[in-house]
């Protein structure tokens, strides 16, 4: 399906990001044995993003960050915001609980693997624009990696999801006799 839904995007022109994320959405709502795939495609994909994230820093070019200075600054700042008021509305609509209304948003501050896709396809679709593109965009997310853990956690503390359980006890090793 993969291989069948980028050969329909390359003949009708249309994005493959976007489509290999639809094809996963549509697997993980219709599937019944989603979870089991999930569960394998989760034990090969650190070294492909690992490669992902490697690929994309080297290109990154740092002499292109003072030029692109506001826009970069702004980008960050509508992003973390727009996360959090589009967290925000989305749990209002749905009655989510008060605490994921009040925290979601700030626990998606550090995901942005899917920006780093978008701005790697702005390096061919916008050729006089990809690179600072890519600049801002990398930048943010360095920036979104280092600042993102840390509020995540004080989000997910103060909304009562860690912090106060119990670790599991560990179970006794059984002597072999």
């Given at each position: 399906?993969?291989l069948?839904?980028?050969?329909l995007?390359?003949?009708?022109?249309?994005?493959?990001?976007?489509?290999i994320?639809?094809l996963?959405?549509?697997?993980t709502?219709?599937?019944?044995?989603?979870?089991?795939?999930?569960?394998?495609?989760d034990?090969f994909?650190?070294?492909?993003?690992?490669?992902?994230?490697?690929?994309?820093?080297?290109?990154?070019?740092?002499?292109?960050?003072?030029?692109v200075g506001?826009?970069g600054?702004?980008y960050?700042?509508v992003?973390v915001?727009?996360?959090?008021i589009g967290?925000?509305?989305?749990?209002?609509?749905?009655?989510?609980?008060?605490?994921?209304?009040?925290?979601?948003?700030?626990?998606?501050?550090?995901?942005?693997?899917?920006?780093?896709?978008?701005?790697?396809?702005?390096l061919?679709?916008?050729p006089?624009y990809?690179?600072?593109i890519?600049?801002?965009?990398?930048?943010?997310?360095?920036?979104?990696?280092?600042?993102?853990?840390?509020v995540?956690?004080?989000?997910l503390?103060?909304?009562?999801?860690?912090?106060?359980a119990?670790?599991?006890?560990?179970?006794?090793?059984v002597?072999?006799?």
């Amino acid at each position: 399906m993969i291989l069948f839904a980028l050969a329909l995007c390359d003949l009708l022109n249309l994005s493959n990001l976007l489509c290999i994320m639809m094809l996963g959405a549509v697997m993980t709502n219709l599937c019944s044995s989603a979870n089991i795939i999930i569960e394998q495609t989760d034990r090969f994909t650190p070294p492909i993003f690992l490669l992902f994230f490697v690929i994309s820093g080297a290109d990154l070019n740092l002499s292109v960050l003072p030029t692109v200075g506001l826009v970069g600054l702004c980008y960050i700042v509508v992003r973390v915001v727009g996360k959090w008021i589009g967290a925000m509305v989305g749990s209002l609509l749905v009655n989510a609980h008060p605490n994921v209304q009040k925290y979601l948003g700030l626990t998606l501050i550090p995901q942005a693997g899917v920006a780093i896709g978008m701005a790697q396809m702005a390096l061919v679709k916008l050729p006089a624009y990809g690179h600072k593109i890519q600049a801002v965009v990398l930048a943010g997310t360095l920036i979104y990696e280092l600042i993102g853990p840390v509020v995540t956690k004080i989000a997910l503390t103060k909304a009562g999801e860690i912090g106060n359980a119990e670790p599991p006890a560990c179970p006794a090793p059984v002597a072999k006799a």
